[in-house]
């Protein structure tokens, strides 16, 4: 749990995640529709890094409904998270990724390294294009502010690809307990 926590923080503040409003402050109605673009972006982020399969269909309309005004990759993205979870095809979630990459996600631009480096839901390493995703990272402008870095990014991927711990059925009665008293009664 603690590590979803970690994970969940790190990808709603992980730096690219918000876009500034460049919208005329005036347009009342512009900036709304900014202020819940971006609510259904970190509302969809929180769903996918979870892991709760009961939030995919909720994660992926808030997507869908978030792709018109994305412009940093951050739709695409996630969405190649959630299939991910959802054990989908390579070639479904690589084009995703490509996508958010070319738009200069950083953390799609360190999975598609990831994925080419190890090989993770590839048949076979590449080291040529793995070369190429890190150098792609390189060029990136919070790569050149340093934040997050490149081996920060590489984990924090590595968290959110990483299957949630599967629910133990045993536990909710504590948890129910832990929620009305403030102590579980075992």
């Known amino acids: 749990m603690k590590r979803a926590c970690l994970v969940v923080l790190l990808a709603t503040l992980g730096g690219c995640a918000s876009?500034?409003?460049?919208?005329?402050?005036?347009?009342?109605?512009?900036?709304t529709e900014r202020l819940l673009f971006q609510n259904d972006l970190?509302?969809?982020k929180i769903l996918a890094s979870l892991g709760d399969e009961e939030g995919y269909e909720l994660?992926?309309?808030?997507?869908?409904?978030?792709?018109r005004l994305d412009q940093r990759g951050e739709v695409e993205f996630y969405r190649a998270i959630l299939l991910i979870r959802q054990e989908a095809?390579?070639?479904?979630?690589?084009?995703?990724?490509?996508?958010?990459?070319?738009?200069?996600?950083p953390h799609a631009t360190a999975l598609l390294y990831k994925m080419h480096e190890q090989p993770?839901?590839?048949a076979e390493a590449d080291p040529d294009q793995a070369e190429h995703y890190r150098l792609?990272?390189?060029q990136l402008d919070v790569a050149r502010s340093g934040y997050p870095s490149f081996e920060k990014a590489l984990e924090l991927v590595s968290q959110l690809v990483v299957p949630p711990p599967s629910r133990d059925p045993s536990l909710a009665p504590l948890c129910l307990q832990y929620c009305q008293n403030g102590m579980p009664q075992p």
Request: glycine share 10%.
């Open 89 to 105: 095809s390579a070639g479904d979630i690589l084009g995703l990724l490509q996508q958010a990459a070319g738009k200069g996600h």
């Open 19 to 31: 876009q500034p409003c460049t919208l005329d402050a005036g347009d009342a109605s512009s900036r």
């Open 42 to 44: 970190m509302q969809a």
């Open 136 to 138: 792609a990272y390189s």
């Open 120 to 122: 993770y839901l590839l």
């Open 59 to 67: 994660a992926q309309a808030l997507l869908e409904r978030s792709a």
